[in-house]
């Protein structure tokens, strides 16, 4: 009959851990006490401090006390359940105490794939840990989802994404104005100084409105000439108080391209829209006919939707 110590894991031989030293990323066994039983590999500094001096501490001695809590979660859970876990997390790596800090230093993203050992390991359960520096993945996922969402002439977001922010705050808050901009004769400006004045005007535009819209996640390039903004918490009054303030803000001074000076208006229709089950299409139906009803009123105007214009 085997004995308990037979029943354990072998010790790593300085074969096997010249072995494991050569790898980039960091292989871990942790007990389930929390203590670090092995530290190899890491060996890329542009990706991870040297965790080697970290073997034989206990995670609460160089971890923040919140991050050790949710590891060593992971770790029990993944004894528990006998199979494979893998999570990411994020940590600041300033917080980590270590001798010496020779790592890329700030915020980092890790990948963490961690295995139960069928047999204790220094005599208690444990865990092994390969962990994976993911900070450019993640980084390179998410610049390509901002791309997806900002028009790239204005650097305002599309109107994709705008309806999307929009219908999600409907379904949690309830209530919303919406307020659709045009820019007045448009169409003059591309045809009688071309689509670079236009282009110019659009981006001249664009920083405006951020100036009087604080929060730019509210804010988005409709398509053509149009635009469109969510404000929350304004009773129709101080959503109308809003677009007058922006469309003052346009009008208040020149709008340049090369050495053309030109004056440009908008007219700005507004809404009242209440969720949670509205459409994109009623999201801005009612907001689009007061617009209409701004520019057929001679434009450089601020319009309220009501419903009696439903029947006009």
């Known amino acids: 009959m085997k004995t308990k110590q037979e029943q354990t894991i072998p010790l790593l031989d300085d074969i096997s851990r010249s072995l494991f030293n050569t790898i980039p990323d960091p292989f871990i066994v942790v007990?389930?006490?929390?203590?670090?039983?092995?530290?190899l590999g890491g060996t890329e500094r542009s990706l991870y401090d040297d965790g080697i001096p970290l073997k034989?501490?206990?995670?609460?001695?160089?971890?923040?006390?919140?991050?050790?809590d949710f590891?060593?979660?992971?770790?029990?859970?993944?004894?528990?359940?006998?199979?494979?876990n893998t999570f990411d997390y994020q940590l600041e790596t300033e917080d980590v105490t270590l001798t010496t800090k020779n790592g890329p230093g700030g915020t980092q993203?890790?990948?963490?794939?961690?295995?139960?050992?069928?047999?204790?390991?220094?005599?208690?359960?444990?865990?092994?840990?390969?962990i994976i520096n993911i900070t450019e993945r993640r980084t390179l996922h998410k610049q390509l989802r901002d791309l997806s969402n900002i028009d790239p002439l204005t650097g305002l977001y599309n109107r994709r994404y705008f309806l999307q922010r929009v219908s999600l705050h409907l379904?949690?808050?309830?209530?919303?104005?919406?307020?659709?901009?045009?820019?007045?004769?448009?169409?003059?400006?591309?045809?009688?100084?071309?689509?670079?004045?236009?282009?110019?005007?659009?981006?001249?535009?664009?920083?405006?409105?951020?100036e009087v819209i604080k929060h730019s996640r509210a804010i988005a390039r409709y398509?053509?000439?149009?635009?469109?903004?969510?404000?929350?918490?304004?009773?129709?009054?101080?959503?109308?108080?809003?677009?007058?303030?922006?469309?003052?803000?346009?009008?208040?001074?020149?709008?340049?391209?090369?050495?053309?000076?030109?004056?440009?208006?908008?007219?700005?229709?507004?809404?009242?829209?209440?969720?949670?089950?509205?459409?994109?299409?009623?999201?801005i139906s009612e907001a689009d006919i007061a617009l209409y009803r701004a520019k057929a009123s001679g434009r450089n105007k601020v319009c309220l939707f009501t419903p009696s214009m439903r029947e006009l």
């Open 31 to 39: 007990g389930e006490d929390g203590t670090y039983l092995e530290v």
């Open 171 to 210: 379904r949690e808050a309830g209530r919303a104005h919406i307020l659709i901009c045009d820019i007045d004769h448009f169409k003059n400006i591309n045809d009688t100084y071309g689509h670079l004045a236009g282009d110019a005007v659009l981006q001249e535009f664009a920083s405006r409105v951020k």
């Open 109 to 130: 993203w890790f990948e963490a794939r961690m295995y139960p050992l069928e047999k204790p390991y220094q005599g208690q359960r444990a865990v092994s840990v390969l």
């Open 56 to 68: 034989g501490k206990n995670i609460y001695g160089f971890m923040p006390k919140k991050f050790a």
């Open 223 to 283: 398509g053509g000439d149009e635009f469109i903004i969510a404000v929350t918490n304004k009773s129709d009054t101080e959503a109308v108080a809003i677009a007058e303030d922006l469309r003052i803000h346009v009008a208040s001074k020149p709008f340049f391209f090369q050495n053309l000076e030109l004056n440009v208006h908008i007219s700005i229709g507004v809404a009242r829209v209440q969720g949670p089950n509205i459409s994109s299409i009623s999201l």
């Open 71 to 84: 590891f060593m979660g992971q770790v029990h859970h993944t004894l528990e359940s006998g199979k494979l």
